[in-house]
């Protein structure tokens, strides 16, 4: 699955636990179903865990690419 086609960008940059989650949810309500929001972390936990844990309960389909300690996480809305 590729979810390169990127609607909008969250830049969670600078927070942590539960703010990350709180504002990638916050983004997520305001992009339409099958659209892709894009967040960029350079917090670890929310990044490998707490967002990829959300989208599994959900059901989104997610991608996370690392590199220089920022992640790109692309969340494709499903409902």
Request: glycine share 6%.
């Amino acid at each position: 699955m590729a979810l390169d086609q990127i609607d909008q960008t969250a830049d969670i940059r600078g927070k942590i636990c539960p703010y990350t989650l709180i504002e990638t949810r916050e983004a997520l309500k305001k992009i339409a179903t099958g659209q892709v929001l894009e967040v960029i972390s350079d917090y670890e936990p929310a990044a490998t865990a707490t967002i990829p844990n959300f989208c599994a309960k959900k059901g989104y389909p997610i991608e996370v690419d690392a590199g220089d300690g920022i992640w790109h996480i692309r969340i494709q809305r499903t409902d």
